[in-house]
DNA sequence: ACCTGAACACCGTTCAAGT
DNA sequence: ACCTGAACACCGTTCAAGT
């Protein structure tokens, strides 16, 4: 009862990262989400449909926080520059990895996704090539942050340098 | 009770493998397992610690189907033809790259990264960029399966390879 | 428009008890 | 050795009802 900026879904979202970090997918919960929000667990269904709803935003969310610069120089700069910080965003945030199986794409997905492209655009990637050089690189990163993630593999930046210089 | 042959950790993974197939992660729980085997949920908790240990051999279980040939005359057919398969594993049962994210890796897991890595090094592959190359490899086999197994992207044999012809 | 309360149909897991 | 039954502390979600 602390509580009373009003219940938007934007700190819905917002609080869901929170319990994700702190508790990883087993953290969180419809309940516990309203709990914190000193709000009934049904409450949250006027906002939003469904947990898996949460889930989606809660991964768009996070990357967010990965900067899209302006188109800069040095299109390899860029493309790398982003791929990097992608990374590190799911390294900060274990458990999104994992739930990047999920469907559906967001509008922050999307727009780190094009910038990638444009800038192996500028590199003079067209067509096919493009497509193809496009995939290698976002599914090695994402390869790389659910095996770093997870402990499965330490996470090494060097290691993942180096795999990008194989590929670029 | 029709079902009369012994309860074995082999049963319930199969059992558990089938129901992931049918319905994702969402479709396996402890008590509808038990219900496949004809058994109280809680007679699994004799031969099974956890859940997540079901989950951890499910995952395992899968990659035993990608056949392990013995080492041919060419070792990039070799590579190539692992991730082609390991590839195939995950798209058949949609659920596995999601789940691939967990800590343990299992034997079939192992036996099949140090397969590609054998191959790797008779190509000549050795030391830092030998690990490097099969990082990259490994988590663009994930990452692809990871992404098309959730629709995210179409699956797509063709680009799938040129991605490896990009790399290797 | 936004939230509560009660209710439904589930969960994973523990543990004493049976054979 | 292997399984059952009862129990505990939870889940997500719907829906009528309140303000």
């Known amino acids: 009862m602390r509580d009373r900026e009003p219940v938007t879904t934007e700190r819905i979202v917002a609080t869901a990262v929170a319990l994700l970090d702190e508790g990883g997918a087993h953290g ?3 309940r516990r989400l309203a709990g914190r929000l ?3 667990a049904t409450a949250l269904y006027w906002h939003v449909k469904t947990k898996d709803d949460v889930l989606d935003l809660a991964v768009d969310r996070i990357f967010g926080d990965v900067p899209l610069p302006a188109a800069g120089a040095d299109w390899r700069d860029d493309a790398r520059g982003l791929l ?9 945030h274990p458990w999104a990895p994992g739930l990047i199986g999920r469907p559906v794409v967001g509008p922050n997905v999307l727009a780190r996704t094009e910038f990638l492209q ?6 003079g990637y067209a067509g096919r090539r493009l ?3 496009t995939r290698v690189l976002a599914n090695y990163v994402i390869g790389s942050a659910l095996t770093e993630a997870t402990g499965r593999a330490a996470p090494d930046d060097d290691l993942f340098e180096a795999g990008l210089d194989a590929i670029l």
Not at 84 to 92: D, S, Y
Not at 118 to 123: D, I, M, P, V
């Open 28 to 30: 969180l919960t419809m």
């Open 38 to 40: 000193a709000v009934t």
């Open 84 to 92: 990097r910080e992608w990374r590190l965003a799911m390294l900060r």
């Open 118 to 123: 444009s800038a192996l655009a500028r590199g």
């Open 131 to 133: 497509t193809v050089i």
